[in-house]
């Protein structure tokens, strides 16, 4: 007879081409956690200077602050999204030597949507002095120090990772990642020094939506909608955590508006959801004929797919860090953290991808073996490793 976990691999595989999994009825039909009215104006409109603001996350914050009725000033090196409302005003510089455009004004909040190394954090802190009433800090719960240690899940109390490179005040472009949570950490401490009792830090976790240029979840978005037969790696009952970007971008706007500081998590869905689930809830929005193949971690690696950022890893393997899928959010959600269904960032993420060019649609897509490929030269890939998995059991 099979164990436990072969009975659910196999229930999942039956129950997802039927899509009525348990994660399907509970992520898409559950209303339970919905948004909150985000379009109601502030009671009192903010200045808010954005540093950033294009990109994946920052247009989204840019839509949610104007939504609310604040003014946006987006200060960067020139580069201007597309999707930005005119209304929104470009300043123009750069963190690493020109600041001026940004000296001799005050605003209300600043967020921060792009820093990785501390001097940004200080330049900005000596630039601005005393003329920013609230400072937000996008960071990661990649922070937090060997999380897979709290067998119960990570919350803010847990040790943070200690940066042991050179000297970190040094670097002002991207560094080797595996130090990029040690220096987000660094940076959450110099911005609390540099705005004291006025800093807001926001620790996300995978963040997925419309203009995801991290492709794992559109990856698996899109390639459930295509069908067939379909590579799995993995334990079923894998956690699985994500948080809709614009879910953050509403969040940290109202958190601005009551001047809220301190560390939070942003992670979700609102339910513990597990691998199997998470597949089961996209196969329940697609009318395509789908049937899983679940193959151990351990085997698609020793067939060369070893980065965690792989598609068909990515949650399993939880990204390469034990742990970072299993953080608590209760904190945020006190403090009214909310998610829209999942059912919602599944069908506007596939209608925001169908929408892009084709040679753009290549590049959004983390494919099968960690790299950026068009969905049919990574299922071509999987179909290769089908084969290997299939030969092997005869």
């Given at each position: ?38 379009t109601r ?289 209760d904190k ?52 290769e490793l ?9």
């Amino acid at each position: 007879m099979p164990n436990r976990r072969e009975f659910l691999a196999q229930t999942a595989a039956t129950c997802v081409g039927s899509g009525l999994t348990s994660g399907t009825l509970r992520a898409v039909a559950s209303e339970k956690d919905v948004v909150p009215n985000s379009t109601r104006l502030a009671s009192t409109p903010l200045r808010i200077l954005m540093l950033g603001g294009t990109g994946f996350i920052g247009p989204h914050h840019v839509r949610a602050a104007l939504q609310r009725g604040h003014k946006i000033s987006v200060f960067n090196r020139g580069r201007r999204a597309t999707e930005l409302p005119s209304e929104v005003e470009q300043l123009t510089g750069d963190r690493n030597s020109d600041l001026e455009s940004i000296k001799g004004r005050d605003w209300d909040a600043v967020i921060d949507t792009a820093t990785y190394g501390p001097i940004w954090v200080r330049t900005l802190g000596q630039a601005l002095k005393d003329r920013v009433g609230h400072y937000t800090f996008i960071s990661t719960v990649g922070v937090y120090d060997h999380p897979g240690a709290n067998e119960d899940g990570t919350d803010e109390t847990n040790k943070r990772a200690e940066y042991k490179g050179a000297d970190a005040y040094s670097i002002t472009q991207s560094q080797n990642l595996s130090q990029y949570g040690e220096l987000k950490a660094l940076c959450e401490t110099e911005a609390e020094k540099q705005f004291p009792e006025r800093t807001l830090i926001v620790r996300p976790g995978t963040i997925v939506g419309p203009n995801d240029s991290g492709g794992v979840f559109t990856y698996w978005a899109m390639r459930i909608e295509a069908g067939g037969e379909i590579l799995v790696a993995g334990d079923p009952l894998s956690p699985v955590q994500m948080v809709d970007v614009r879910d953050i971008a509403e969040w940290v706007i109202r958190m601005i508006e009551i001047g809220e500081t301190g560390a939070f998590n942003l992670v979700g869905p609102a339910l513990p959801l597990g691998w199997a689930e998470f597949l089961g809830a996209l196969r329940g929005l697609s009318s395509s004929e789908v049937s899983l193949t679940w193959v151990p971690v351990e085997w698609v690696r020793k067939q060369g797919i070893s980065s965690p950022l792989s598609s068909v890893l990515f949650w399993p393997a939880e990204v390469g860090f034990p742990g970072i899928m299993r953080m608590k959010n209760d904190k945020a959600r006190s403090k009214g953290l909310t998610f829209r269904p999942i059912s919602v960032t599944v069908s506007d993420t596939r209608a925001w991808f169908r929408n892009q060019a084709v040679d753009r649609q290549k590049q959004l897509l983390m494919g099968l073996d960690g790299t950026n490929k068009a969905l049919e030269e990574s299922m071509a890939i999987e179909r290769e490793l089908l084969a290997a998995w299939h030969s092997r059991e005869n």
